[in-house]
């Protein structure tokens, strides 16, 4: 089946500096990922949507200026919580569409702001 | 509004039964459903999937059954075993095709 890998798998960081997720599509092209979030015994809430070689599509109630979202290739896209804060500690998942219904999720990034 | 839930948050079965899992939408609109299975930090799984011109559909030891009527999605999984303890969630293809909306989450927990 499909890959998609994500890296780091777990970050600690200080608050106030900006953290940096990269999701990768192994052995697909993916014109289109998801960025997720998840809090402990939640359910997976819909951050962004990035589409390669444009601007990603936000949700509601989601900073785009805090959130950086950049999908340079197709095989690529990167997550950068700037500024990050102790709020922002949670599991960051992201997701490839291989077509229009089919998606497969990368293992998550655990992220623990002291 | 499009949202889709799980009437249960925890379900505990005993090795060797059958589990089912339900899932309620509430947008008539949605036209593809998936379930998934999430294990501790770690990243959805795909189990098995159903378009809406279709009621059943049938995998390895698991089924989905899709009731538009009602707007019901439930989850069978058949000879449970420990392994199949997680978290389930059900899925819904919005509108534009664009994105998934997922439920709440069912942790199944399996005894031996």
């Known amino acids: 089946g499909a890959v998609v890998s994500q890296h780091p798998s777990r970050v600690i960081c200080k608050s106030g500096t900006s953290v940096k997720i990269e999701c990768r599509s192994l052995?697909?092209?993916?014109?289109?990922m998801f960025w997720y979030r998840q809090f402990p015994k939640q359910s997976l809430m819909l951050m962004a949507t990035s589409n390669e070689g444009s601007k990603a599509t936000y949700e509601q109630g989601v900073e785009k200026d805090k959130f950086l979202i950049n999908h340079a290739s197709l095989t690529l896209s990167t997550l950068t919580v700037t500024s990050a804060h102790p709020e922002d500690s949670s599991f960051y998942i992201c997701s490839a569409r291989r077509s229009r219904e089919t998606q497969y999720f990368g293992p998550g990034t655990r992220l623990l702001v002291l | 509004g499009e949202s889709v839930g799980l009437h249960l948050p925890t379900l505990s079965v005993q090795e060797g039964d059958n589990s089912i899992i339900n899932c309620a939408y509430s947008n008539s609109a949605s036209d593809y459903f998936i379930w998934y299975k999430q294990e501790s930090g770690k990243g959805p799984q795909f189990i098995i999937d159903?378009?809406?011109?279709?009621d059943k559909r049938q995998g390895q030891r698991v089924t989905v059954l899709l009731n538009k009527t009602v707007k019901h999605l439930s989850l069978q999984i058949a000879a449970t075993q420990p392994g199949d303890s997680a978290v389930y969630f059900c899925a819904e293809a919005n509108q534009a095709g664009t994105a998934l909306i997922f439920g709440k989450g069912t942790t199944l927990s399996v005894s031996s």
């Open positions: 052995d697909f092209q993916a014109t289109t």
């Open positions: 159903i378009r809406s011109n279709m």
